[in-house]
């Protein structure tokens, strides 16, 4: 069963910055819904401790980055209060099967957006 998505304002304006990947970013979006833990990476250790629940998808060989959450992982995970910054008014507290959709951009620079 596939996940539900939302994206955020900042994802969406993000996306929109890479018209010649839209394809590409369309389809990883798709396997991420399907398989939201195989096409991710746990965030939350050494440099990305602020980052704690969240999640990351690489694309293009890792050079462009989505930042994600998954919200059955994060009430599982008791990361409720530290991602309220990231999740606000879309979170609703309980295990849905959703995908959230915070960030995009090259490596480099997409960890610094949240």
Same mark, same amino acid.
């Given at each position: 069963?596939?996940?539900? #998505? @939302?994206?955020?304002?900042?994802?969406? #304006? %993000?996306?929109?910055? @890479? =018209?010649? !990947?839209?394809?590409?970013? #369309?389809?990883?979006?798709? $396997?991420? $819904?399907?398989? =939201? @833990?195989?096409?991710?990476?746990? !965030?939350?250790?050494?440099?990305?401790?602020? $980052?704690?629940? $969240?999640?990351?998808?690489?694309? &293009?060989?890792?050079? @462009?980055?989505?930042? /994600?959450?998954?919200?059955? %992982?994060?009430?599982?995970?008791?990361? /409720?209060?530290?991602? &309220?910054?990231?999740? +606000?008014?879309?979170?609703?507290?309980?295990? !849905?099967?959703?995908?959230?959709? *915070?960030? *995009?951009?090259?490596?480099?620079?997409?960890? +610094?957006?949240?």
């Amino acid at each position: 069963m596939a996940y539900s #998505e @939302y994206k955020t304002e900042t994802y969406k #304006e %993000d996306i929109a910055m @890479y =018209p010649r !990947l839209k394809r590409q970013i #369309e389809k990883r979006e798709s $396997l991420t $819904l399907e398989k =939201p @833990y195989h096409y991710s990476t746990g !965030l939350g250790q050494g440099k990305w401790s602020n $980052l704690k629940g $969240l999640r990351s998808v690489h694309m &293009l060989g890792g050079k @462009y980055v989505f930042l /994600i959450a998954i919200c059955e %992982d994060c009430v599982r995970n008791g990361h /409720i209060e530290m991602n &309220l910054q990231y999740c +606000g008014d879309i979170c609703q507290r309980v295990e !849905l099967k959703r995908v959230v959709f *915070f960030a *995009f951009g090259q490596h480099d620079s997409v960890y +610094g957006k949240l």
